[in-house]
């Protein structure tokens, strides 16, 4: 039996080594940046050879956590925090200024967090589409599943046309003083590359991420929180 173990541990050592002969040893990921798994040297986007070690690399996407849009976490602290304002008085919840009270109730993780997944904001006495999602509802970087695709070659190149192609555009309606339409590039986008952390490459009409401007405007809802909840103190102590 002894060599029956010895004979399976050397043909298997053998396929792996082969397999490793033929199949490059993939690029290491450090915070988005690619290194060569020899070396750990930086390597350009979708190269195939380490310019350090003059290795070669294969190159495989991997998955990350969705960071633009709300977790579980996230979700819950907002609303308990909301339901603390509720329950401390319905005066103290006009503080919140411009978040509605359907933007906590309705928001959920991996939901839009322009809107909270609502597809629509107020702007003055109207109801207007979400410039972020669209309507969609969803983070358009995850689709709602927090979930991100890193190292797309094929999303990434695409993302990366488009943007040039947005520029263009936008300079082409800036020196025949037309107008652009400026919807039409950015809906595309979001339908297309939803699912890859190349998405932060779209642009609305504005000329800022798109994915960014979510982020942003979940920043303010927990400001708007804080601030809220200390008026809320300041007031009852009065």
Not at 142 to 159: F, K, P, Q, S
């Amino acid at each position: 039996m002894k060599w029956l173990a010895f004979t399976t541990v050397v043909v298997a050592s053998l396929i792996t080594l082969g397999y490793m002969a033929v199949v490059p040893p993939g690029v290491v990921w450090e915070a988005r940046q690619p290194h060569c798994p020899s070396c750990r040297a930086d390597i350009n986007h979708y190269a195939k050879l380490c310019a350090a070690c003059d290795r070669s690399l294969s190159w495989d996407s991997k998955e990350e956590e969705c960071r633009w849009c709300l977790s579980k976490d996230d979700v819950q602290y907002l609303r308990d925090a909301y339901g603390d304002l509720i329950l401390d008085g319905a005066k103290h919840v006009g503080l919140m200024g411009t978040f509605p009270e359907a933007y906590f109730r309705v928001m959920e993780q991996g939901a839009c967090t322009f809107c909270a997944g609502l597809g629509k904001v107020s702007e003055g006495e109207a109801d207007v589409t979400c410039p972020v999602c669209r309507g969609g509802k969803k983070c358009i970087g995850c689709e709602g599943d927090r979930e991100l695709i890193v190292g797309d070659e094929d999303a990434h190149r695409t993302a990366q046309k488009r943007r040039v192609a947005w520029d263009r555009a936008k300079y082409r309606a800036g020196m025949t003083r037309r107008t652009m339409r400026k919807s039409a590039l950015v809906d595309k986008d979001v339908e297309e590359l939803t699912g890859y952390v190349e998405a932060e490459e779209i642009v609305d009409e504005r000329g800022s991420p798109l994915l960014k401007r979510a982020q942003a405007r979940a920043a303010l809802a927990y400001e708007a929180l804080e601030e809220a909840r200390l008026s809320a103190v300041e007031v009852t102590s009065d």
